[in-house]
T-cell receptor, first 115, second 109 residues
Framework: GAVVSQHPSRVICKSGTSVKIECRSL??????MFWYRQFPKQSLMLMAT?????????EQGVEKDKFLINHASLTLSTLTVTSAHPEDSSFYIC???????????FGQGTRLTVV | GQNIDQPTEMTATEGAIVQINCTYQ??????LFWYQQHAGEAPTFLSY??LDGLEEKGRFSSFLSRSKGYSYLLLKELQMKDSASYLC??????????WGAGTKLIIKP
């Protein structure tokens, strides 16, 4: 299957700082990537849909100024958590699809801890 | 609204068979997916159903009935490594993935 690489896998940052998470499709071009957040013992919550060359589409309740998404190329999307707070501590996962109707391939996820 | 229902937790014995059910109500349907997720890891793809019937892949099978809004994942010859959460997801008319809360499967020796 297609490979999606996410980096870093774990990050600890101080409250008030910003953290950037990268998501790369290694062997295919991903026109659309998805960013999810997952709290312990809960399912995936879609945060935003990232489209190459255009602004991301955010889900209701997700602050676009806090979670900055950039999808500058067909193989790279980034999520920046700005002015992080302890409540932003979570598991962030990106995914991409080859085309509509096929399965989503997930990155390894990023465990963010804000102290 | 859109809704995916699956049991929160199930327990089964090593070597046995377990069936995890998923019912859904979504705006449109463009396929149903099952994913496995071990604690602390990202989900991994297990199966995809878009037409009614059974799809078999090794020890895992997935069934779909679109008229009933129902699917199940069948796991045979259970192994301890199958202990994980199993997520049901439906792709709606906008090709958005709607996720269930996941079923935590506990395998006992």
């Amino acid at each position: 299957g297609a490979v999606v690489s996410q980096h870093p896998s774990r990050v600890i940052c101080k409250s008030g700082t910003s953290v950037k998470i990268e998501c790369r499709s290694l062997d295919f071009q991903a026109t659309t990537m998805f960013w999810y957040r997952q709290f312990p013992k809960q399912s995936l919550m879609l945060m935003a849909t990232s489209n190459e060359g255009s602004k991301a589409t955010y889900e209701q309740g997700v602050e676009k100024d806090k979670f900055l998404i950039n999808h500058a190329s067909l193989t790279l999307s980034t999520l920046t958590v700005t002015s992080a707070h302890p409540e932003d501590s979570s598991f962030y996962i990106c995914s991409a699809t080859l085309s509509e109707g096929t399965e989503a391939f997930f990155g390894q996820g990023t465990r963010l801890t804000v102290v | 609204g859109q809704n995916i229902d699956q049991p929160t937790e199930m327990t089964a014995t090593e070597g046995a068979i377990v069936q995890i059910n998923c019912t859904y109500q979504t705006s449109g349907f463009n396929g149903l997916f099952w994913y496995q997720q071990h604690a602390g890891e990202a989900p991994t793809f297990l199966s995809y159903n878009v037409l009614d019937g059974l799809e078999e892949k090794g020890r895992f099978s997935s069934f779909l009935s679109r008229s009933k809004g129902y699917s199940y994942l069948l796991l045979k010859e259970l192994q301890m490594k199958d202990s994980a959460s199993y997520l049901c997801a439906v792709r709606d008319s906008n090709y958005q993935l709607i996720w269930g809360a996941g079923t935590k499967l506990i395998i006992k020796p």
